[in-house]
């Protein structure tokens, strides 16, 4: 059984990751760039 700092950080993790899929519709939706989304959620963590 993971402890609970093991947990929080899976749970942060998970909470922080864009999937292509949600990157691609920021682009298709806002025409909100990719590239853009990848530099900003880099800067985040």
């Known amino acids: 059984m993971p402890n609970k700092k093991t947990l ?7 909470v922080m990751t864009i999937s292509g899929v949600e990157a691609f519709l920021l682009w298709d ?3 909100y760039p990719v590239e853009m989304t990848i530099e900003i959620a880099n800067e985040i963590i």
Do not use: F, P, S, V
């Not at 929080?8 to 998970?14: L, P, S």
């Open 8 to 14: 929080r950080e899976k749970i942060i993790q998970r």
């Open 29 to 31: 939706t806002y025409g």
